[in-house]
């Protein structure tokens, strides 16, 4: 089992930054595993935003590319998301996902609001 807490959302205007933090309450850096940061705006489908591997191959959503960046401290077990240039269309519900051979695990997630 894995604990997944995620903070560091809030309240920025549009183009400014905010970093999201993921801290698992277990190492999550198996070369056989990955985390995902995910988000889910009011009446959408949760859609995935960013992944990293166990071995820190990085992936994003087209609609993120070059303003987002996934990262790992695996020291802390945890893993950022750093949103910069944030737009009012990033507005949603920011979860992490930790993936391994088994299992899938969620946390509760933050909320990211971006004001026009």
């Known amino acids: 089992q894995v604990q997944l807490v995620e903070s560091g959302g809030g309240l920025v205007q549009a183009g400014g930054s905010l970093r999201l933090s993921c801290v698992a309450s277990?190492?999550?850096?198996?070369?056989?595993?990955?985390v995902g940061w995910y988000r889910q705006a009011p009446g959408k489908q949760r859609e995935l935003v960013a992944t990293i591997t166990g071995g820190g191959v990085t992936n994003y959503a087209v609609s993120v590319k070059g303003r987002f960046a996934i990262s790992r401290d695996n020291a802390k077990n945890t893993v950022y998301l750093q949103m910069n240039s944030l737009k009012p269309e990033d507005r949603a519900v920011y979860y992490c996902n930790y993936n391994d051979l088994h299992s899938s695990y969620w946390g509760q997630g933050t909320q990211v609001t971006v004001s026009s």
């Open positions: 277990r190492s999550i850096s198996s070369i056989n595993g990955m």
